[in-house]
């Protein structure tokens, strides 16, 4: 295996099994692994591997793979406390956030799979959410409501 692969299974690892919140902090795990990278480097390879940072109950932001979002992320009270409102037009949803958070908000969203949902697009404070035909707006806010418990209170 050359140097990037490993390093890039290493960094996968990693972020799969700990709650990484800065590059320096990963840069220290990967250097105890026996890898020594710059940030320069480390950042590429985040960006190369699409790794986001999502809200944390307890370190504040750590980073995630794509489709792999830890359970606890996905229900933290940070990320249930920022969504302002949720309206329906049509087959469409869109998802009112504190700005800087539709991001996190939608990354839970698009890890559960929810079936009444065909696609999510997030922008700073808003996200928008695009209901498979034959589905109604209750089945959907059923749903967010099991992931988000809160907006039963919206």
Same mark, same amino acid.
Request: hydrophobic share 40%; aromatic share 6%.
């Given at each position: ?5 490993? +390093? ?7 972020? +799969? ?32 591997? $699409? /790794?986001? *940072?999502?809200? $944390? *109950? ?6 995630? =793979? ?14 249930? %406390?920022?969504?302002? %409102? ?7 949803? /869109? ?11 939608? /990354?839970?969203? %698009? ?12 922008? %700073?404070?808003?996200?928008?959410? /695009? ?8 089945? =959907?806010?059923?749903? =967010? ?10």
């Amino acid at each position: 295996m050359n140097p990037k692969t490993h +390093r890039l299974s290493v960094i996968r690892k990693i972020i +799969r099994t700990e709650h990484i919140s800065s590059q320096e902090e990963l840069i220290a795990r990967l250097e105890e692994c026996g890898i020594v990278v710059t940030q320069s480097t480390l950042s590429r390879d985040l960006k190369f591997m $699409h /790794v986001a *940072k999502v809200p $944390h *109950k307890e370190k504040g932001y750590v980073y995630v =793979l794509p489709n792999s979002t830890p359970t606890d992320v996905a229900v933290s009270q940070n990320i249930t %406390d920022n969504i302002l %409102d949720v309206s329906f037009s049509g087959n469409l949803c /869109v998802i009112t956030t504190r700005p800087g958070y539709a991001s996190a908000v939608s /990354v839970p969203i %698009d890890s559960r799979g929810i079936s009444e949902v065909l696609g999510t697009i997030a922008g %700073d404070n808003t996200i928008l959410l /695009v209901l498979r035909e034959n589905y109604s707006r209750q089945e =959907l806010m059923y749903q =967010l409501c099991l992931l988000f418990p809160s907006l039963s209170q919206l």
